[in-house]
Each structure stands twice: as C-alpha cells, then as structure tokens.
C-alpha cells in the first residue's frame, strides 16, 4: 500500500482528509468535540474553492459574508444581500461534497422580526446550507431558538461581529475590561441555552474564549481567539496570502513554503488538528 506523505492524520492516527470520506454531520461534530479533536473551518464562496477544502479535508466550509470584502471589493459586510448570499451558497453546494456547510445571514435579513429571520433562513437552507450563521448577543437570543425549534442549526457569532463594526468603533479586540467580557460571557451562555450548536468567537482575548469554551454546550470555533476553542476559522483568500491590504495579526500566510493551494489547506486543516495553529504567541491576543 502506498502512502500518502501528505494525508493529514488526527492526533489520534485517523485520517481526516480523503475524497470520499463521508460527510460531516453535527452528529459527528459533536463527537469530534467530546474526543477533543479540532474542527478545521475555512471559507469559500465559489464551486472550486468549495471542491478543494473537500478535497483537503476541512470539516467545514463557511459562506462567509465577509464575501462582500473578498469578492465585491466593499469596505464593510453590510452591503451584502440575502439574494447574493443565497446565489454563494448553491455554487458552493455544487462544489462541496462532504463538509459541513455554513451559511451567513447576512445583514438586514434578520435583524427586523423573527418571522423575517425564519424566513432569511429557509432561503438559505434551501440553497444548500446545513447551519445558519448569525451575529450579536442578546435580542438574537430568541431568534437562535426560533430557527432551532424549527430544525434549523445555528451557529451564534460573538466578540467582533463584523456587521456591527460602526457601532463597535472598528475591527478591534472585543471583551477586553470585566463589564464586556461577562457580558460576553453571559451571551455565550444565553446562546448555548437557545440551541445555537455552534459559536464562533473573533477577536476576544484566548482566556474569554477558553472560559466560554469550557462551559458552551456546543462547539466554538474561534478566529483570533487562541487556541483554546474547539476549533478554529479563516478566510480562505487570508490564509493563502491572495488578499489586499493588510492582515489581521491572526492569519497565517499557509501559501509560505507550499507548493499548491491544496497543500497549503491540507496544511491549515492538519495544524488546526494538532493544535500547531494559531501560536498564541504570534497569532492569539492575551488580554
Ligand atoms: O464572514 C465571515 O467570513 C466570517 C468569518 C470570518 C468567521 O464570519
């Protein structure tokens, strides 16, 4: 049998990336979880980046809205349509085969009454989605349980929340003072309570992260958050160095010492797993 010097392997000697590895369940996030493996997400907007994350072994792939920076050249998240982020989704269904598909809600489409959110979310369900992705703390409590009670998943969005950002005062590090962090802490708790299955946290302090992450009844995932969640998310086009402007401090460059994006994916996924990424020393923030 010949082997593959490239097939990434958990911490626990399973392979974890092969063409026809099946699909990823919530079930089998959960189970992830409890075993303590990382859970390796990345971005994608298009068919052929959606195909390549499958290939590489990411368990899954978010529809970001950060869309409108990546693709659209805007400035913020929030020119992003729910049309637009309903035309992404099914281009990336079509490329994805075996990930766990997240979708982000974009701004305007839930934030005016929970019938809108449910409906927001059917779109987007129907385009190919398995999880909706939805910003902020406290009055989205009730609409995480809404979407919840009527089997959809969910995954909540704490700490820098992009399409918040006029009102956060920037991209900057969240929860830094006691007020915001217990109060972050006390939307994680609300959130995890509603149903939301999984919790991505940007930009917090790693010790807020890993406190939250200890007492979540779901997964987190985390983005400049340390390494302390339960797994960990980038954009795609952040991690392969194939984005204008400046970096967050978080992103690695995977493309360094590559010799294809394939191997540079394969590479995040791998890190991810065995903890190598983020260094919280280069690419986490203490407090
Ligand atoms: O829109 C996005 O890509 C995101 C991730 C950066 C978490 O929300």
Redesign the pocket.
């Given at each position: 049998m010949s082997i593959d010097p490239h097939q990434p392997v958990s911490p626990y000697g399973t392979p974890i990336a092969t063409a026809a590895r099946k699909p990823v369940t919530l079930h089998r996030l959960r189970a992830m979880r409890d075993a303590g493996e990382k859970i390796a997400m990345l971005?994608a907007y298009d068919a052929t980046s959606a195909r390549l994350l499958d290939d590489a072994g990411s368990d899954c792939v978010?529809v970001?809205?950060?869309?409108g920076m990546v693709v659209q050249g805007h400035a913020s998240?929030l020119p992003v349509t729910l049309e637009q982020m309903v035309y992404h989704t099914t281009c990336v269904a079509r490329g994805n085969r075996s990930s766990w598909l997240v979708t982000?809600l974009p701004f305007g489409s839930y934030q005016g009454t929970v019938e809108q959110a449910v409906q927001s979310a059917v779109m987007l369900m129907q385009a190919g989605a398995q999880m909706v992705?939805l910003e902020g703390g406290g009055w989205t409590t009730s609409v995480v349980a809404a979407l919840v009670e009527r089997g959809i998943p969910v995954c909540a969005?704490l700490g820098l929340t992009?399409q918040s950002v006029h009102a956060l005062g920037g991209y900057r590090i969240q929860g830094r003072d006691a007020i915001a962090a217990d109060r972050l802490r006390a939307h994680a708790r609300n959130l995890g309570q509603a149903g939301a299955a999984m919790l991505?946290l940007?930009l917090v302090p790693s010790d807020l992260a890993a406190q939250i992450t200890a007492d979540y009844p779901g997964m987190t995932?985390g983005?400049g958050a340390g390494c302390r969640t339960h797994g960990q998310?980038?954009?795609l086009q952040d991690m392969l160095d194939f984005s204008a402007g400046p970096k967050p401090r978080f992103v690695r460059n995977f493309m360094a010492g590559s010799p294809s994006i394939l191997d540079a994916v394969r590479t995040y996924v791998r890190d991810v797993k065995s903890g190598v990424f983020p260094d919280e020393s280069l690419h986490g923030y203490s407090s």
């Amino acid at each position: 049998m010949s082997i593959d010097p490239h097939q990434p392997v958990s911490p626990y000697g399973t392979p974890i990336a092969t063409a026809a590895r099946k699909p990823v369940t919530l079930h089998r996030l959960r189970a992830m979880r409890d075993a303590g493996e990382k859970i390796a997400m990345l971005t994608a907007y298009d068919a052929t980046s959606a195909r390549l994350l499958d290939d590489a072994g990411s368990d899954c792939v978010l529809v970001g809205d950060s869309l409108g920076m990546v693709v659209q050249g805007h400035a913020s998240t929030l020119p992003v349509t729910l049309e637009q982020m309903v035309y992404h989704t099914t281009c990336v269904a079509r490329g994805n085969r075996s990930s766990w598909l997240v979708t982000d809600l974009p701004f305007g489409s839930y934030q005016g009454t929970v019938e809108q959110a449910v409906q927001s979310a059917v779109m987007l369900m129907q385009a190919g989605a398995q999880m909706v992705k939805l910003e902020g703390g406290g009055w989205t409590t009730s609409v995480v349980a809404a979407l919840v009670e009527r089997g959809i998943p969910v995954c909540a969005h704490l700490g820098l929340t992009p399409q918040s950002v006029h009102a956060l005062g920037g991209y900057r590090i969240q929860g830094r003072d006691a007020i915001a962090a217990d109060r972050l802490r006390a939307h994680a708790r609300n959130l995890g309570q509603a149903g939301a299955a999984m919790l991505v946290l940007e930009l917090v302090p790693s010790d807020l992260a890993a406190q939250i992450t200890a007492d979540y009844p779901g997964m987190t995932i985390g983005i400049g958050a340390g390494c302390r969640t339960h797994g960990q998310v980038l954009v795609l086009q952040d991690m392969l160095d194939f984005s204008a402007g400046p970096k967050p401090r978080f992103v690695r460059n995977f493309m360094a010492g590559s010799p294809s994006i394939l191997d540079a994916v394969r590479t995040y996924v791998r890190d991810v797993k065995s903890g190598v990424f983020p260094d919280e020393s280069l690419h986490g923030y203490s407090s």
